[in-house]
C-alpha cells in the first residue's frame, strides 16, 4: 500500500527540517505532500532545499488555514491511503506502520490514532475531551480522541469529503462527514508529546469546532 502524507504548514521553520526527516525516514510513506499555507519566517526556502523525490511541494500564496492546506493536500494525493501529519512535532510518524497495518483486511476505510493527553495542559485536555463527547453524543459513537491529528484514510474517502471548513474546526467536519457515511472508525493508541512553542491552536479553538459538529450532524454526501 502507498501512503501519502499530507503536511500543511504555515511558518514552521524551526522544526520543519526534523519533521520531514522522520517522515521520509517511514518505509511505507509513498509521497510527503506540504502544502506551505502562506509561511513568512522562510520556511517555503527550508523546504525547497531539501532534495527528495518524494515531496511535493504546494503553496498558498496567503494564509487560508488548516482545513484548506488539508483538502488541498487531499486533492493532490495519489497514494492508496492518506494521513495528516502536523509540523510541529507532537505526533510521531514511528506510528504510520501501526495504523497503516488494518488496511490490508478490504473492510478497513478509517483509522484514528488516539492520543494520552496526560502532557497537555488541563485546559486543552479538558476541551479535547469534551468535543470528543460531543461528537460521541450527536453521532451515537464511542471515539476516544475526535481531534487527534492522525486521521488515516483510503484516498478515495478523502478526495470524496468536499471539506468546506478552513480551520482546525476541519477535524469536526472530517469526522462527522466520515461517521456520516457510515464507515466504522478504527481508533489505534499512538505517541504523543504535547508541544507549546509556536503554538496555533487554543481553547477557543472549541467554539467553531461545536458549531461544525452541529452544522454537519445530518450531511448527507452529494449524490
Not at 42 to 57: M, N, P, Y
Not at 60 to 81: C, E, L, P, Q, Y
Not at 118 to 129: D, H, K, L, S, V
Amino acid at each position: 500500500m502507498k501512503l501519502s502524507v499530507i503536511m500543511p504548514v504555515h511558518n514552521e521553520v524551526e522544526t520543519i527540517n526534523e519533521i520531514i526527516e522522520r517522515v521520509l525516514n517511514i518505509p511505507v510513506v509513498y509521497e510527503l505532500i506540504i502544502v506551505d499555507d502562506g509561511s513568512m519566517d522562510g520556511t517555503l526556502k527550508t523546504v525547497e532545499k531539501i532534495s527528495s523525490d518524494k515531496i511535493k511541494i504546494i503553496r498558498h500564496d496567503t494564509n487560508r488555514g488548516k482545513g484548506a492546506a488539508v483538502r488541498t493536500g487531499f486533492d493532490a494525493a495519489s497514494g492508496d491511503i492518506v494521513v495528516i501529519q502536523d509540523a510541529d512535532l507532537e505526533y510521531d510518524p514511528l506510528d504510520y506502520t501501526k495504523l497503516i497495518k488494518p488496511f490490508e483486511d478490504d473492510e478497513t476505510n478509517v483509522v484514528y490514532g488516539v492520543r494520552s493527553l496526560e502532557t497537555q495542559r488541563m485546559i486543552m485536555r479538558m476541551g479535547n475531551e469534551f468535543v470528543t463527547w460531543v461528537t460521541n453524543m450527536i453521532h451515537g459513537q464511542q471515539l476516544r480522541d475526535m481531534e487527534t491529528c492522525y486521521k488515516m484514510m483510503r484516498r478515495e474517502i478523502a478526495q470524496k469529503l468536499d471539506l468546506e471548513c478552513r480551520g482546525f474546526d476541519v477535524e469536526a467536519e472530517m469526522t462527522s462527514k466520515i461517521l456520516r457515511q457510515g464507515y466504522q472508525i478504527i481508533q489505534l493508541p499512538i505517541s504523543y508529546a504535547a508541544r507549546y512553542e509556536n503554538k496555533k491552536l487554543s481553547p477557543l479553538d472549541g467554539i467553531p469546532t461545536i458549531k461544525a459538529l452541529l452544522k454537519y450532524r445530518n450531511w448527507k454526501p452529494s449524490s
